[in-house]
Each structure stands twice: as C-alpha cells, then as structure tokens.
C-alpha cells in the first residue's frame, strides 16, 4: 500500500494566506491609482503596507475600500490631511467625525451658494441683449454690489 504525505512548508517571511493580499501593481490596477499616488497616501499617513514580497509593497485586500473611502472624502471636498485627521490607514474614523463632517457640509453649502450666484450672473451675460456688459445696468449693479463685499471695502 502506498501512501502519500503532503508537506506544508510555512517560512515566516510567506504572507498568511488566511489574510487576502494585493501587491502595489494590483491595488493599482483596482483602484486606477498609480503606483506613485499609493505611495504618496502611504507617505500621507492614508494607507499602510502590510508588508513586503519580491521587493513590491502588500497590502491587505480591504485597502481597495480604503483607497475607495478616501476618494469619496475627496470628492466631499475633504483635503488629503483632513482625511489623515479624520481617517487612520485601517479605516477607522475619528470620533469627532460627525462635527468634521457638519462643518464641512457647511463649507459645501456655502460653496454652493457661491457657484450658484456665479452661475446666474454668467447666464445673465449670456442672454444679455446688449453689445456690451459696460452698457448693461445690471451686470455693472451686480459687480458694483460685489465691489462692496471685498475685504478692502469692508474694512474701509
């Protein structure tokens, strides 16, 4: 009778495989970062190697979602050392993370209100009937009321 042994070698240097892992290329390719771009996170404090194979940084499998988290608090208007303030390389947020996410919200809001008067006033100088913005009443009271809100005419 002839049996078989199977032989696990297990070297400290092997990554588990219970834990999931992407090398630097393939979290790349995942999150269309480039290589560059994780490794400026990394060096912002955003996200954290867990190791390293064949000289390539590893990371573990859920750094897709951070990279994933971080972009979404980009795309809120967070800068990148607001969401190491807010974030740490494991995902975890901060505890003051509602009143950082209010006041940004209140920032947005503001924002908002900005783009929107911008808006109106160029769509005025789009349907605006006459040759000139010069000879327009409206557009020179527009620019003569914003005249008014600039820091040297407040202070004056």
Known sequence: MISTVHVELRFKSMADPEILSLD?????????????????????????????????????????????????????????????????PDGHVSPDWRERARAKQEHLRRQLTDIERALAMLQHTIDCSHTSLHDCPIHQAVVDMHAETLPSARTT
């Open 24 to 88: 630097i290329s393939e979290l790349s390719a995942l999150t269309g970062l480039a290589p560059s771009a994780l490794r400026f996170y990394e060096r912002r404090g955003l996200i954290t190697p867990i190791g390293r194979a064949g000289g390539k940084r590893i990371y573990r499998a859920g750094a897709v979602q951070q990279v994933a988290l971080i972009d979404l608090l980009k795309i809120s208007g967070f800068t990148l050392p607001e969401i190491a303030a807010l974030v740490d």
